[in-house]
């Protein structure tokens, strides 16, 4: 996946809090690295692996398109992001537990997801799902 840095805002640890771009949507995350080493990247596309700290809602999509899945900011609760996917795998851990891969098509990337994440619940493959969660992190792999 890339994102475009549009503004780097204060250091937090080894993160910089930012401003993104993927798509035609903007919002705000975490992106690993230094203010002198993400400054040469504003403005340009760069490519990243990502992860997040926390799920704090989620729900199915009915009639879900592949245009319909996107990374934006979030509207209701502040500092969060919408996440909106296709499950493409699920892998079973164990008797209890599934790790799930959800593909955003137009970012062009997985999301893997726990299934007690979802509260236990595990979706069948094609199912969209949009979730929302904090602390979205990206970790560009040119620097």
Excluded at 3 to 11: E, H, K
Excluded at 16 to 27: E, I, L, T, Y
Excluded at 98 to 125: C, H, M, N, R
């Amino acid at each position: 996946m890339s994102i475009t840095l549009l503004d780097l805002g204060a250091q937090h640890g080894s993160f910089m809090r930012a401003s993104v771009q993927n798509g035609v949507c903007v919002f705000a995350a975490l992106v690993n690295g230094s203010r002198e080493s993400l400054e040469p990247l504003l403005g340009l596309q760069t490519p990243v692996e990502i992860s997040f700290e926390k799920m704090l809602n989620w729900q199915e999509m009915s009639d879900f398109q592949d245009d319909d899945s996107c990374i934006k900011a979030g509207t209701i609760i502040q500092d969060t992001v919408i996440v909106r996917g296709r499950v493409h795998k699920v892998l079973p851990i164990d008797s209890e537990s599934s790790v799930i891969d959800l593909y955003v098509q137009t970012a062009q990337e997985f999301i893997a997801i726990e299934s007690s994440e979802l509260g236990g619940f595990i979706p069948k493959i094609g199912t969209g799902l949009e979730i929302h969660i904090q602390g979205l992190c990206f970790y560009p792999t040119n620097i």
